[in-house]
């Protein structure tokens, strides 16, 4: 059997960049954060919603046309 080497992925800037403005605990909606990174509210929502499938970034909204969507950096003390 060939087994393949698994690597948690590793966080970039941009993810840090996302992370570290998500500190507040009122959260941030996509175009705070999209305005604090110099990024587009589309790219910001990509890369927001690969860090919410990695369990790193919670997201708070009735849906995603919820307006009033917000997203928070996931702890682990909270979950508790």
Not at 3 to 22: G, H, K, M, V, Y
């Amino acid at each position: 059997f060939f087994f393949a080497a698994t690597q948690e992925p590793t966080l970039d800037e941009l993810d840090r960049a996302i992370l570290s403005n998500l500190e507040d605990p009122s959260g941030r909606s996509t175009a705070e954060l999209a305005a604090a990174i110099g990024r587009s509210a589309r790219a910001t929502r990509t890369r927001l919603k690969l860090l919410v499938d990695r369990g790193l970034v919670r997201e708070i909204g009735s849906g995603p046309n919820d307006p009033r969507r917000r997203y928070h950096a996931a702890r682990e003390d909270r979950a508790r």
